[in-house]
């Protein structure tokens, strides 16, 4: 395929507030293809879950300015009226959002929520809605969906929920999924139940799917590529396999490090990223994360703080960081020695 | 913990809600059954971690053993005292050796407060003076928890996330408690900031050796701080073990399939065995009879419906390893069959 199905280009959101301009997302690109799962990690602030409210479109233009490009199948978004949006929203491209109880309405029936999509988009009566709700409750896995589509959320679990909001998104077979942390709020094992269903479907309809969390656990488990986010820009993309690896940026490396695992070493303390993240109001200059970075006194010349550092792709991956490749070899190897155990 | 008392002995402890419900007398029409029998110890200077997912009733536990919750039976014990319905003149001087970490650095910190108040606060009640005055332990405390001391005068609304936490962990430590119950104290962290909360816990546990009841429902940020872990599901405890045994050889089916669906940040060559459960836990209004975990359980019997396991050192097992299973584990056991995918009717 010569141009990818979603392309975001130098995507920039800045929020104007009453303190000044909030650089949410500074300058972000990345390709995603059909069938593929791109998975985007990074802390509270870092502007995932902004990147992919702006591909839906679903700022307030008041105070909002979004420059960039974001091309969906050759459909330019950045500059769709909203009546365009809504055509594409819900039908080519939908939202699986975290707190399942507070995105679906407590005063109507899961079915009717599920259907008023559907609706929406095809048109048909009322009682063909119903039957694609059904239809799709049946999908995700919901007991007796011919009973409980007449449910109220609160009369749904947790997890039930979830494959509700799941079914409400995949209604009209959309080709771009977003799940902005449809699991951090499951516990594991209905976690593990959600990401087997999410694949499933994946695989029967071949959706794109954008992946956001801030657990590198489950990036691992579902994303085919992983970009990592810092202060509103990427730092690091490349597939799972790689960044989990050998992570080439020294956030990326101080994020695994952070994490405890099933079958590490229990006496040695972890090894935390000092500090906590920037200020998008007024954002460290340079590099966003020099100020927490250990390796600063490794580039020369204080360009970690004067100058932001270019993502420069070699073979397919890409960091933002100063550090040479040799550097980087030799500063991160004790790391990945204990990572490979 | 064999011939010396442990710091704190639970036996039977058993919590349930009342539910009332009628109309216009309202009665009792049933009980969450939150906390049902828990028998465990904690040594002094030892961490329990305490994993369960939402609903097992671990913070209810912690809530009991701090005595924020009156027991509705069972026995508590601290240091030989029994404290299971002590009223408030006898509990207060063990208060102040029992102290709480909350989940929530946001709403646990009064914003009205500057922080040498709500860390000296304990002191103030308790009509503590230590040497060199309040004011001075307050700043030693902001040191020793990673804070500047200059910070005295802030109030919580300056401080991030991880930093509130901190001075939480300050104020639970202001009176030099000997047992701390630890309510997901990171959970509402990010991963960066988790790492430094946990190494800070962890300093302090070993350095002034406290006591700690970790409650979390993260299965890898539990093992990497408490040396010994119990596994509750709906009330009970499953399975307590040393953490090498609980991690290292699961005896109990729901400990497998708890431990095999944590996505680990690592690429395997070869795929983890996985045990996928299906359904979610049952209501503990009315839960499954005998063997609570049965409804989801794929080895589940009749034997498992008519008769609940008790909480035993099953053949296999190392000493201090206790099971609630009538048909555990084994190192060699065929893996568990992936399930289906759809869930049967709601039982």
Redesign the interface.
């Known amino acids: 395929m010569s141009t990818p199905f979603l392309s975001v280009r130098d995507l920039k959101v800045h929020f104007s507030t009453e303190d000044g301009v909030v650089k949410a997302v500074d300058g972000l690109s990345f390709d995603l293809e059909k069938g593929k799962t791109l998975g985007i990690v990074g ?2 602030g870092s502007g995932k879950s902004v990147t992919n409210m702006a591909i839906l479109g679903l700022h307030d233009p008041r105070n909002t300015a979004l420059d960039g490009e974001i091309l969906l199948d050759g459909k330019e978004l950045v500059t769709a009226t909203e009546k365009e949006l809504e055509q594409l929203r819900g039908n080519k491209m939908s939202m699986i959002f975290q707190d399942a109880l507070a995105s679906l309405s407590p005063y109507h029936t899961i079915g009717a929520q599920i259907g008023e999509t559907y609706r929406k988009h095809t048109g048909c009566s009322k009682k063909e809605a119903r039957e694609r709700a059904v239809e799709m409750l049946r999908r995700v ?1 919901i ?2 969906p011919d009973v409980r589509v007449d449910d109220y959320p609160h009369q749904f ?4 929920r979830q494959r509700a909001m799941i079914a409400m998104a995949l209604v009209c077979d959309p080709e771009l999924l977003i799940a902005d942390e449809p699991t951090t709020a499951l ?7 959600i ?3 999410l694949k ?1 479907l994946q695989q029967e309809f071949g959706t794109a799917i954008i992946f956001i969390t ?8 579902i994303a085919d590529d992983v970009l990592v986010m810092y202060g509103g820009r990427c730092v690091e993309r490349g597939t ?2 790689e960044v ?2 050998t992570p080439q940026h020294p956030y990326t490396l ?10 590490g070493p ?1 006496d040695v ?6 500090g ?2 920037p200020s998008l109001l007024n954002p460290p200059s340079g590099c966003r994360f020099h100020p927490r970075c250990a390796f600063v006194d490794q580039v020369a010349g204080g360009r970690c703080s004067s100058e932001r550092p270019a993502l420069e792709f070699v073979d397919g991956r890409a960091a933002a960081c100063h550090l040479t490749p040799e550097q980087k070899r030799e500063l991160f190897s004790d790391y990945a020695a204990a ?1 490979t155990h | 913990m064999s011939s010396t008392t442990p710091l704190l002995d639970v036996s039977g402890l058993t919590k349930h809600f009342p539910i009332k419900g009628g109309f216009p007398i309202k009665r009792t029409v049933g009980a969450v059954q939150a906390v049902d029998g828990l028998d465990f110890q904690v040594a002094a200077g030892e961490s329990l971690g305490l994993v369960g ?2 609903g097992c009733g671990k913070s209810t536990t912690g809530r009991l053993i701090t005595r924020l919750l009156e027991p509705t039976s069972g026995k508590i014990t601290y240091q030989g005292q029994d404290i299971t319905h002590a009223g408030r003149r006898d509990l207060a001087p063990i208060r102040s050796e029992i102290q709480m970490i909350f989940q929530d650095p946001y709403a646990s910190l009064n914003p009205r407060q500057t922080v040498g108040k709500i860390i000296s606060g304990p002191m103030e009640i308790n009509d503590i003076n230590p040497e060199g005055g309040r004011e001075k332990r307050v700043r030693e405390l902001l040191e020793i928890v990673g804070l500047n001391p200059e910070h005295y005068n802030r109030f919580p609304h300056e401080f ?4 509130r936490q901190r001075i939480g962990v300050a104020r639970a430590l202001a009176l030099e408690p000997k047992l701390i119950v630890a309510d997901e104290p990171v959970s509402a962290l ?7 909360v ?2 800070l816990l ?2 302090v546990q070993r350095e002034l050796g406290i006591a700690f009841v970790f409650i979390a ?1 993260d ?3 539990v ?2 701080f408490s040396q010994r872990v119990a596994v509750m599901y709906l009330g009970k405890i499953v399975e307590i073990a040393d ?1 090498e045994d609980l ?1 290292g050889n699961p005896r109990h089916p729901y400990t497998r ?3 095999s ?7 395997e060559e070869e795929p983890r065995e ?1 045990i ?3 359904g ?2 049952p209501s503990p209004i009315n839960p499954p009879s005998g063997c609570r975990f049965r409804t989801r359980c794929w080895k589940a019997t009749e034997k498992c419906a008519s008769e609940a396991p008790p909480l035993v050192r099953v053949e296999g097992n190392r000493d201090g390893h206790l099971t609630a299973c009538h048909y555990p584990e084994t190192a060699d056991t065929v893996p568990a069959p992936r399930l289906s ?6 039982a």
Request: aromatic share 2%; glycine share 8%; hydrophobic share 35%.
């Open positions: 802390e509270s896995g007991p007796q679990s947790g997890g039930m516990d594991v094992t209905v976690q593990a139940q990401m087997d269903l499933d801030h657990d590198l656990g489950v990036i691992a488990d799972k396999k989990l690896q101080g994020l695994l490090g952070s994490m405890p695992s099933l079958d229990v303390p972890l090894s935390p990223i000092p906590s993240p990572r | 997912e939402s991030s996330g991880g930093q990010d991963v960066s900031i988790q790492a430094q946990v190494n962890q300093k429902h299965l890898a940020i093992r990497h953490r991690y399939a708890l431990l669906a944590v996505p680990e940040a690592t690429v996985r996928r459960l299906t979610d836990v995918k759809d869930p049967e009717a709601a």
